[in-house]
Nanobody
């Protein structure tokens, strides 16, 4: 099983980034996919979640209207489009997958996002 995030980097406040999480080794369409983030000295927090077949998504209040999660089941990939980035969005962003009908779960290794002028 692999979850490989990419797309992180340094961006100025107000800028945009698109994170990708390419997965393999499991049936992607059977998994609820999420993005979490963890800032230095803080807990890992849920950012956004996407379900597979009904298109349902939800977001942390802090990113609503600025971030968009999406998935491509044909490519086994989940995305996080981030706009209007703020310094407080600086964190390591992790991709997470949870089996819809059981306890299996997987984490990616994380990708650093730094918002700074």
């Amino acid at each position: 099983v692999r979850l490989v995030e990419s797309g992180g980097g340094l961006v100025q406040p107000g800028g945009s980034l698109r994170l990708s999480c390419a997965t393999s080794g499991f049936t992607f369409s059977n998994y609820v996919m999420s993005w979490y983030r963890q800032a230095p000295g803080k807990e890992r927090d849920l950012v956004a979640t996407t379900y597979s077949t009904d298109g349902f998504t939800n977001y942390a209040d802090s990113v609503k209207g600025r971030f968009t999660i999406s998935r491509d089941n044909a490519k086994n990939t989940v995305y996080l489009q981030m706009t209007s980035l703020k310094p407080e969005d600086t964190a390591v962003y992790f991709c997470y997958g949870r089996y819809r009908w059981g306890r299996l779960e997987f984490w990616g290794q994380g990708t650093q996002v730094t918002v700074s002028s």
